[in-house]
């Protein structure tokens, strides 16, 4: 099986920055995904990594460490349409590949 | 082009009635999924076909009726649902199912059972 924690809910102001942790148990991990989700809306993605380390795109920037299950997706200068929920990703390899998702951190920016 | 399109976008369908949802992409992905998405949950996997091939059935009620007629096409055909399917149904595509080649996402089917 596997466990995935995310923070429920996190608010942040505009133009700040803003960290949201991931921490996970698994078997047969295969690499980690960030989506973002606006409500009523389909995921759509953001980062991968299968590497420890850093992955930067932009605004958003994805770290893993594979020997502590543990990744954080860091969003820089906030937009008031960063407001939405960031729900981490386990890909597995059960032969076939297995997204399993997290619950999901919504995060709300204010002006 | 990272487009999955999804037809209806809302369904409200009685208990007794039949219908299907579609799920269409031209990206030459190989690898097709349907997920559920209940209110404030994260999406949960319920099919995966890979070249046309069911590979996984996340032991789904027999009510769920997958199809893929073809590459580019994803059928769910719904039969005798129940309020609680209620929920947000989203068809995903990847390059292939094996590996971790990233999923895209269609907009959804917003299912309503009466």
């Known amino acids: 099986g596997q466990n995935i924690d995310q923070p429920t809910e996190m608010t942040a102001t505009e133009g700040a920055i803003v960290q949201i942790n991931c921490t996970y148990q698994t078997s047969g991990f295969n690499g980690l995904f960030w989506y973002q989700q606006h409500a009523g809306e389909a995921p759509t993605f953001l980062s991968y990594n299968v590497l420890d380390g850093l992955e930067e795109k932009g605004r958003f920037s994805s770290f893993l460490s594979r020997s502590k299950g543990y990744s954080y997706l860091l969003l820089k200068e906030l937009q008031m349409k960063d407001s939405a929920s960031y729900l981490c990703a386990l890909s597995r390899d059960t032969g076939f590949q297995k997204l399993v998702f997290g619950t999901g951190t919504r995060l709300l920016v204010s002006p | 082009d990272t487009e999955v399109t999804q037809t209806p976008k809302h369904l409200v369908m009685g208990m007794t009635n039949k219908k299907s949802l579609k799920c269409e992409q031209h990206m030459g992905h190989r690898a097709m999924y349907w997920y559920k998405q209940k209110a404030k949950k994260p999406p949960e996997l319920m099919f995966v076909?890979?070249?046309?091939?069911?590979?996984i059935n996340e032991s789904v009620p027999s009510r769920f009726s997958p199809e893929c007629p073809n590459s580019s096409l994803l059928n769910l055909h719904l039969h005798a649902l129940q309020p609680e399917d209620s929920a947000l149904y989203l068809c995903?595509?990847?390059?292939?199912?094996?590996?971790?080649?990233?999923?895209?996402f269609g907009p959804g089917t917003r299912l309503t059972v009466l």
């Open positions: 995903a595509s990847s390059q292939d199912a094996a590996g971790a080649d990233t999923q895209y």
């Open positions: 076909y890979s070249y046309e091939k069911l590979s």
